[in-house]
């Protein structure tokens, strides 16, 4: 079997793409796609083996157990991203450190943790996406490093970032038979 490009191993999925439309049904479609990434997540994932978990998609990258983990931080900071931008006027972007989140003593507990805190981070970003007047999301927050930026561009990356690990551990699993 050919191995995939470098870019094909760091972007699966591809680059960061705007939401095809700014409307109720590009909502709609980002919280179906984001429910579909996390029984995917749960699909591949739970009840893999620790040999099965310690499987990284590049050599000295994170292993499908930090993908997990990473990705449900990640996706509980863009839910409170947005639940703040949506709240908070002019609201600035805290970023984290990835690697020293990673480096906590709860990235070490089972994979089940990470994929629990997916499903329960997921029901709230679909009541937001699904709940929310379309016209809150042209609101603005500041990331740091971003710069200004609409909650449409925030909820596209957050869609993404889902999505683009997930993509990252199926890479993992496929390379090693298991997927």
């Known amino acids: 079997m050919t191995s995939p490009s470098q870019d094909a191993r760091r972007f699966?999925?591809?680059?960061?793409?705007?939401?095809?439309?700014r409307d109720r049904a590009a909502l709609e479609a980002t919280a179906a796609r984001m429910e579909a990434a996390a029984r995917?997540?749960?699909e591949r994932v739970s009840g893999l083996?620790?040999?099965a978990l310690s499987l990284t998609y590049r050599p000295g990258g994170w292993t499908v157990r930090q993908l997990a983990h990473h990705t449900a931080d990640g996706?509980?900071?863009g839910l409170n991203r947005l639940r703040s931008g949506l709240t908070t006027e002019d609201y600035v972007i805290q970023p984290f450190?990835?690697?020293a989140w990673l480096a906590l003593p709860d990235a070490g507990l089972p994979v089940e943790a990470a994929l629990a805190m997916l499903d329960a981070l997921n029901l709230?970003?679909?009541a937001l996406l699904r709940g929310v007047d379309p016209a809150r999301f042209?609101?603005?927050v500041t990331h740091?490093?971003?710069?200004?930026?609409?909650?449409w561009r925030l909820v596209a990356k957050h869609d993404w970032h889902l999505r683009h690990h997930l993509g990252h551990a199926r890479l993992a699993l496929r390379e090693a038979g298991l997927a």
């Open 124 to 126: 709230r970003w679909a």
């Open 49 to 51: 083996d620790d040999e």
């Open 12 to 21: 699966p999925i591809g680059p960061i793409q705007d939401l095809p439309g």
């Open 144 to 151: 740091p490093h971003e710069g200004r930026q609409d909650l």
């Open 97 to 99: 450190d990835q690697e």
């Open 138 to 140: 042209f609101r603005h």
């Open 40 to 42: 995917e997540w749960r």
């Open 75 to 77: 996706h509980l900071h």
